[in-house]
C-alpha cells in the first residue's frame, strides 16, 4: 500500500511543477507584449510625472511659507521707490489652553477679558489686511516696492520682503505670523531664502539716506489730496510712509518728517495704503 501511494505522488508532483512552468512561460510573454507600451508611454509623457513630484514636493513643505517673485529680478528696476512701515501691529503670541497662538479679538476674548486686557485691541487682521494691500499692488509689482517693515505694539521689529506672497486666508497667516515670532524668521521652500524675519530695531536703519518719512494720522490739521502731495516730491527722493495698524489710536514716531491726513474721515489702514498706492502709480505712470 506504501508504494503505490508513493509513486502516485510522484506523478502529481511532476504534474504540478509542469502546470507552474507553463504558467510562468505565459506570464513572461504578457510582460514582453506589455513593456512596449509601457515605454512609449513613458516617452511620450514624461512631464506628467515631474508635475506630480513637484506637487508632492510642495505638499511637503506645508509648514513653510513659498516665496512666488511678483516680478522677476532682472525687471526690478533701479529708480527710486518706496517703503512702508506698519507700526504699533497688534501681534502677541500667547500660550492659550496647552498651545501658544496669536491672540486676537473674536477667539479669544475670554481669555484676555481674564487677564484684564481689552479685546478690541487685539486685531492681526488689520496688519494682514494692510500686508495684502501692500504686496499686491501695482506699485509692487512694477518692481518700485524697496520693503515692508512691521513694528509690533511690544517693539519687535521684522521685515517682510516685497516678492513674499502673504496668505490670502487669515487662519494661514495667523499660523505663519506664530512661527515668525517664534522661530525669528520664515524660509522659501527650495532656496532657504529668508521672506520674513525679525531684525533690529530702529527701524532708521534700513532707510536709504535720501528718505522722506511722511506719516498720517487722522488728527493732524495738514489735510493734502494724496496724488498732489506726491507729485510735489522730487523724483531724487525715496519715500517712507508710516501707516498704524492697530484698531484705534495714534502713532507717535520720532523719525517721521512730516504727519498729513488725506480724509476728513477716519481711515483703515488697508484704505490708507490703497490711496498711497494709487498715487504714486500715477506719479510713476504704472497702469
Known amino acids: 500500500m506504501v508504494r503505490p501511494y508513493a509513486i502516485k505522488v510522484k506523478k502529481r508532483k511532476n504534474r504540478d511543477e509542469k502546470y507552474d512552468k507553463e504558467e510562468q512561460e505565459r506570464a513572461e510573454q504578457v510582460e514582453v507584449e506589455e513593456e512596449e507600451p509601457a515605454k512609449r508611454?513613458?516617452?511620450e509623457k514624461p512631464t506628467m510625472e515631474v508635475e506630480g513630484k513637484e506637487e508632492e514636493e510642495?505638499?511637503?513643505?506645508?509648514?513653510?511659507?513659498?516665496?512666488?517673485?511678483?516680478?522677476p529680478s532682472d525687471k526690478r528696476t533701479?529708480?527710486?521707490g518706496v517703503i512702508f512701515v506698519l507700526e504699533k501691529a497688534s501681534l502677541e503670541v500667547a500660550k492659550v489652553g496647552k498651545s501658544f497662538q496669536l491672540l486676537n479679538s473674536d477667539d479669544h476674548a475670554n481669555f484676555l477679558l481674564k487677564n484684564n486686557k481689552n479685546p478690541a485691541d487685539y486685531r492681526p487682521d488689520i496688519t494682514h489686511q494692510a500686508l495684502l494691500s501692500i504686496l499686491d499692488s501695482p506699485v509692487n509689482k512694477a518692481g518700485r516696492l524697496q520693503a515692508v517693515y512691521v513694528r509690533t505694539e511690544k517693539g519687535v521689529?521684522?521685515?517682510?520682503?516685497?516678492?513674499?506672497?502673504?496668505?490670502?486666508?487669515?487662519?494661514?497667516?495667523?499660523?505663519?505670523?506664530?512661527?515668525?515670532?517664534q522661530k525669528l524668521n520664515i524660509t522659501a521652500v527650495g532656496n532657504r531664502e529668508k521672506l520674513l524675519g525679525v531684525i533690529k530695531n530702529p527701524v532708521t536703519n534700513y532707510f536709504l539716506v535720501n528718505s522722506r518719512k511722511i506719516g498720517f494720522s487722522y488728527s493732524s490739521e495738514k489735510l493734502v489730496k494724496m496724488r498732489k502731495y506726491v507729485d510735489a516730491v522730487g523724483d531724487d527722493v525715496n519715500l517712507v510712509f508710516v501707516v498704524g495698524a492697530m484698531a484705534h489710536g495714534k502713532i507717535e514716531t520720532d523719525y517721521a518728517d512730516d504727519f498729513i491726513a488725506i480724509s476728513g474721515y477716519p481711515l483703515s489702514a488697508a484704505?490708507?495704503?490703497?490711496?498711497?498706492?494709487?498715487?504714486?502709480?500715477?506719479?510713476?505712470?504704472?497702469?
Open 41 to 43: 508611454a513613458s516617452i
Open 157 to 181: 521689529l521684522f521685515e517682510v520682503k516685497p516678492h513674499v506672497r502673504i496668505p490670502r486666508t487669515y487662519k494661514r497667516f495667523s499660523g505663519i505670523t506664530l512661527q515668525l515670532l
Open 271 to 287: 484704505m490708507c495704503i490703497a490711496r498711497i498706492t494709487e498715487a504714486l502709480a500715477d506719479k510713476w505712470n504704472i497702469l
Open 78 to 80: 533701479n529708480k527710486n
Open 58 to 71: 510642495g505638499k511637503a513643505g506645508t509648514d513653510e511659507l513659498v516665496g512666488i517673485p511678483v516680478v
